[in-house]
């Protein structure tokens, strides 16, 4: 167990004291992280802004200032942009999650969730914000793959990959943001850009010739049913 000083900081934004408390001891009696709690957006954003946690769990459905919006303000605010938010939510429509990871949260929980997954979601959490804060990775080694993205090498199994453009701007992309699940208008827009007139169908089209290039490699592309992509490393 990482001793309390060093371990990360959370950051709980709920109005559901008993919900709060629930999470804060899984956190903490697992040794994952100390806690703090803000039951209201407002508090939320004055605390994250004085001192910057490491990873946010934010309430889709708090009074006043609704969690999108807190989301929205978050990742506007320099001293937040770069902290993982894990949006919860008690609606399981997918319009609702793909509203949160486009309001900029990084991953989502749909109510009632488990204290075990929520606590393998911060830890996930955790070590993306790690790895975000090392220089950007150029070359990804997969048990497969081998993407060496400066010099526009990609090899399965020691094998050179040929990739159109779009398909090498799409891997890139999907591995620089493994782990997290990806919606197809957000690919569209960083990997096709807003002055393409292209149908989000056509995502489903390039991810498929794209994993079938990677074989083996291939089934780390997954498709998040309703919601997008997650390059899994
Ligand atoms: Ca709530």
Known sequence: ????????????????QEIAGLIRHALERGGIATVEVAT???????????????VIILDLNL???????????????????????????AMASESDRVTGLDAGADDYITKPFSLRELAARVRAALRRGKSAEAPAMQ???????????DAVSITVDG??????????????????????????????????G?????????VDVHVGRLRAKLGPAGPQIETVVGLGYRFLA
């Open 194 to 202: 807003y002055d393409q007139v292209i149908e989000t169908r056509s």
């Open 139 to 149: 070359v990804y080694r997969g048990r497969h793959l081998v993407a060496d993205f």
């Open 40 to 54: 209201s957006g407002d508090q939320a954003l004055k605390l994250a802004g004085e001192q910057p946690p490491d």
């Open 63 to 89: 009074p006043v200032l609704g969690g999108l919006e807190v989301c929205r303000l978050l990742k506007a605010r320099a001293a937040t942009a770069q902290v993982p938010i894990i949006m919860l939510t």
């Open 1 to 16: 167990m990482t001793p309390a000083a060093t371990r990360p900081r959370v950051l709980v934004v709920e109005d559901e």
């Open 159 to 192: 094998a050179p990959v040929r990739l159109t453009r779009r398909e090498f701007e799409l891997l890139k992309y999907l591995v620089e943001n493994r782990n997290r699940v990806l919606s197809r208008d957000r690919l569209l827009e960083r990997v096709w």
